[in-house]
């Protein structure tokens, strides 16, 4: 069996299709596998396990007449040319699409060429790809049962997977993540972190209300700050005599998972999807260039009592002080925020969709 996915460049859609292909092997003998990605991800030197991947010129196109946007519409026409061709080679017997401009020439050549297709949504609110190709997918997967209320289809194309996770995210005994960060002791620890390239909003803001508590020494933080603003946030902790490990990139984000008490973090789908899978309490600032669909994960979380939401825009370092201090003296609110992610069960989200992947393409 041959599988073709295809994915945008950043890492909420990069590691749920990998998640998903890495759960496709073992379940069909003699199957082949390929990731097709925009071209421009290539920067980000992506580990494929020895998965073969393929590369398309696909780059976003705006509506303006500059000619930044008129060079990437014809990327768009050369990039969907390039989809025909690898599809014609490859001659998969399904393509699975996780959201962007990237695939939609690719799901739509699939459909005219009569291969079998299914999409996957990763948010709560489908972005504007999948929303069009929804009305021709052969199976539509998400991640929320709310995704069901944005999409003008028929229901019984859509099923509820939740959104692949890297197959390490698993919880890690407590005392052998603390060993990893060489702490000892129990203690209300903290985990920060702004997305994959981290934020600058919520470092500041964060050392602002760390320099507000009379003493801040009953916390630890493990703070994910990104690359530029590591060494100020360094010397920030040691100043405050706070705890902490800062990381500009952390891969082994299951030790931090593992270890904290509360996250304080964006809305993105693949944090959501984590924190759900590790049952962590947080305090959520959706991003606002991406407020819309961030907002909306968070929302879930927030309606199920799991977490508490900050816009970006009323965010400083007194609300976070207030917020912070509020968590540490009520330990029973956050036993109850963990009891709360129940409601999620636990489904194993990229073993589910791969399963319906090789029912859909064995049709």
């Known amino acids: 069996m041959r599988v073709l996915a295809v994915s945008g460049s950043s890492g909420g859609h990069i590691f749920p299709a990998l998640s998903f292909l890495d759960a496709l092997e073992g379940k069909a003998a003699d199957l082949k596998r390929i990731l097709l990605l925009p071209r421009n991800s290539k920067k980000y030197r992506i580990s494929s396990g020895g998965l073969d991947i393929g590369y398309i010129s696909i780059v976003p196109v705006g509506l303006s007449l500059q000619p930044k946007n008129l060079l990437a519409l014809f990327k768009f026409f050369y990039g969907a040319l ?78 509820t997977t939740g959104n692949p996770l890297r197959r390490q995210l698993k919880r890690v005994e407590k005392e052998r993540a603390l060993d990893y960060f060489s702490f000892s002791g129990d203690k209300f620890t903290l985990l920060v972190m702004g997305g994959s390239s981290g934020s600058h909003n919520i470092n500041i803001n964060f050392l602002d209300a760390i320099s507000k508590f009379k003493d801040p020494r009953y916390l630890r933080v493990i703070h994910i700050a990104g690359s530029s603003d590591r060494d100020f946030l360094e010397r920030g902790y040691r100043n405050f005599n706070v705890e902490a490990k800062v990381f500009s990139f952390f891969q082994e984000i299951e030790y931090a998972y593992s270890v904290s008490s509360l996250a304080l973090c964006r809305g993105g789908a693949s944090t959501i999807a984590e924190l759900v899978n590790f049952g962590l309490p947080a305090i959520i600032i959706p991003y606002p260039f991406a407020w819309r669909h961030q907002s909306a994960n968070a929302g879930v979380l927030e309606n199920a009592g799991c977490a508490f939401i900050i816009d970006d825009a009323k965010l400083n370092g007194n609300l976070l002080k207030d917020q912070i201090e509020g968590f540490y003296r009520q330990p029973q609110r956050l036993k109850d925020m963990r009891l709360a992610y129940g409601v999620f069960g636990r489904i194993n989200a990229a073993s589910a969709l791969a399963d319906e992947a090789l029912s859909l393409g064995s049709l």
């Open 82 to 159: 390039e989809s025909l061709i690898l599809l014609i080679r490859f001659r998969p017997d399904l393509v699975v699409g996780f959201g962007t401009i990237s695939s939609v020439p690719v799901l739509f050549f699939a459909w005219l060429l009569r291969i079998k297709t299914l999409i996957h949504e990763q948010n709560v609110l489908p972005g504007a790809a999948n929303k069009l190709l929804a009305k021709f997918a052969d199976r539509v997967a998400v991640s929320f049962d709310k995704t069901r209320d944005y999409l003008d289809i028929d229901p019984d194309k859509i099923i």
